[in-house]
Structures are given as structure tokens and as C-alpha cells.
Nanobody
Framework: QVQLVESGGGSVQTGGSLRLSCIASGRIYSSGVVAWFRQPPGKEREFVALIRWSRDSTFYADSVKGRFTISRVRAENAIYLQMNALKPEDTAVYYC???????????????WGQGTQVTVAS
């Protein structure tokens, strides 16, 4: 079974940038879809962005469109989330997830990482 490990979280000031990484152990099939979700303090986990494993097809939540970029390097079994122009409302635990449907629903993803904390100070 594939396992996902996130890294790259931390604390930044408003307007700053962070790059999150998610490394997968095991094979991700070409039909796979990898996504980033986040869970702000006291709130439900929400969708951030997704990308198809086999091609550069991406989709973003409106709240991050134009500021965040999801990418993957198949040779490294890695998925990245470049986050620019960060805002305090981006503060959350960020999770990497693997599924097989091009959907933003949490239920579409059955493998999750442990999460990495991102804190944006005002």
C-alpha cells in the first residue's frame, strides 16, 4: 500500500511563501489523482488542489486560485504545493491524499498523509 509523508510546513508572515512536499512510497498508478486538503483550527477538512498523476491536469479551490500551485515529479514520486501570498486564513494542517477520481470530495481519497502545520501570522 502506498504511504504519503508531508513536509515543508512552518510559520511565515502574511504575504510570505512556503513549499509543501509529499513523498509517496510505493507505486502510484497512472489513473491516480493526488490532492492537497487542509484543516483550519476548529473547522472541517477542506479541499485545496488536485492533480492527475499521469498528466498536468489541475483543479483548485477558489480560495487559493492564483496563489497556490500544485505539481508532481513522477520520477521522484513527489507532489508539491507552492503557496505564495499567504494569508492568516491559510493557517491549517495540510494533508496530501491519493485517490482515483478527479474530484474534490474528501470521500474520493482513501490514502492520507499525517499532515504538516502551516501557520501564517498577521
Amino acid at each position: 500500500q502506498v504511504q504519503l509523508v508531508e513536509s515543508g510546513g512552518g510559520s511565515v508572515q502574511t504575504g510570505g511563501s512556503l513549499r509543501l512536499s509529499c513523498i509517496a512510497s510505493g507505486r502510484i498508478y497512472s489513473s491516480g489523482v493526488v490532492a492537497w486538503f487542509r484543516q483550519p483550527p476548529g473547522k472541517e477538512r477542506e479541499f485545496v488542489a488536485l492533480i492527475r498523476w499521469s498528466r498536468d491536469s489541475t483543479f483548485y479551490a477558489d480560495s487559493v486560485k492564483g496563489r497556490f500551485t500544485i505539481s508532481r515529479v513522477r520520477a521522484e514520486n513527489a507532489i508539491y504545493l507552492q503557496m505564495n501570498a499567504l494569508k492568516p486564513e491559510d493557517t491549517a494542517v495540510y494533508y496530501c491524499a491519493l485517490g482515483s477520481h478527479y474530484e474534490s470530495s474528501r470521500a474520493s481519497y482513501n490514502i492520507w498523509g499525517q499532515g504538516t502545520q502551516v501557520t501564517v501570522a498577521s
